[in-house]
């Protein structure tokens, strides 16, 4: 027996700002869409504290209670939530197929919003202390360490800029790298050398982010790379910029990505090389990474999802003509 699906005429995969935002303007004009928000559901901003440069909150709020509201604002206008992880997908079929598990849905447009996920040292203190001192975005969070003392790990253009932002408020930077060579380009490596604020610890891995019992970062264990001694350095937060991998690996072989793994969009919309299959927020920006820049490409996506389908018109559900063959079928079989 043929394998029931389930069809709708948008799906949305992923739930942080850009598929949320998605979903709302989706639902909103009346394509009922479906997201697939994941286990993980909400992004990156479930592990970000307060947020203060969020436009409308002026008195900043919590990246949890962010993303309750965007979900609970697409649900208010018709969006369907499934809690759950997409296993496979095949986009290139007509209609789209995504497989959740066992159950199978189709789509004629799907807009991916997966998101990208930062690296991380790989540490249990360190995630224990993330957003409690422990970071991934200096801009996002660099207004809170006002005249402390930081810790940026990493050797790349995103540690020195990440590090030359943070002297904008922190009263001294120290970038801390496993090498005394960079992979950072010459002017991003002088721009931070010439810093008076910052300083540079080389030949050192950060093995262990230290709260003394006070919930919130101390300092830091630094081991020498070279004769693995140790030493305690003392900081009031921890940046950690090695990079970020977008969570592309679903689509791969389908969707064109950049070297780094970026889905490509045809800019300046969200399209992809695939029609009908739209991409936005982190999943194909590597420049921003902001929760509002994801906002707005998820409306840009849902409007140009919104202007596909308004172009091929009212499909026929396949779901509908898998009941009547297979109703054809009994029937014949019963003749």
Sequence with gaps: MTQRSEHHRLIIIGSGPAGLTAAIYAARAELAPLCIEGIEAGGQLMQTTEIENFPG??????????????????????????????????????????????RVFTADSVIVSTGATARMIGLESERALLGHGV???????????????????????????????LTKFASKVTIV??????????????????????????????????????????GVTLTDTRDNSERRLDTDGVFVAIGH??????????????????????????????????????????????????????????????????????LPDPSVDADRDEADHSAAVAG
């Design 57 to 102: 909150f002026p008195q900043g709020l919590m990246g949890p209670e962010l993303m309750i509201n965007f979900r609970d604002q697409a649900e208010r206008f018709g969006t369907t939530f499934l809690t759950d992880d997409v296993s496979e997908v095949d986009l290139t079929a007509t209609p789209k197929v995504i497989n959740v598990g066992e």
């Design 245 to 314: 991998d977008p969570n592309t690996k679903l689509f791969s072989g389908q969707l064109d990505s950049d070297e780094n793994g970026y889905l490509r969009t045809q800019a300046p919309s969200t399209r992809t090389n695939i029609e009908g299959v739209f991409a936005c927020g982190d999943v194909q920006d590597h420049e921003y990474r902001q929760a509002i820049t994801a906002a707005g490409s998820g409306c840009a996506a849902a409007l140009d999802a919104e202007r596909f389908l308004a172009s091929i018109g009212d």
């Design 135 to 165: 970071s991934t975005c200096a801009t996002c969070d660099g207004y809170f360490f006002r005249d402390k003392e930081l810790v940026v790990v990493g050797g790349g253009d995103s540690a020195m800029e990440e590090a030359t932002f």
């Design 177 to 218: 790298h496993r090498r005394d060579q960079y992979r950072a380009s010459k002017i991003m490596l002088d721009r931070a050398r010439a810093n008076e604020k910052v300083a540079f610890v080389e030949w050192a891995a950060v093995t262990e982010v230290l709260d003394d019992g006070t919930g919130a970062v101390t």
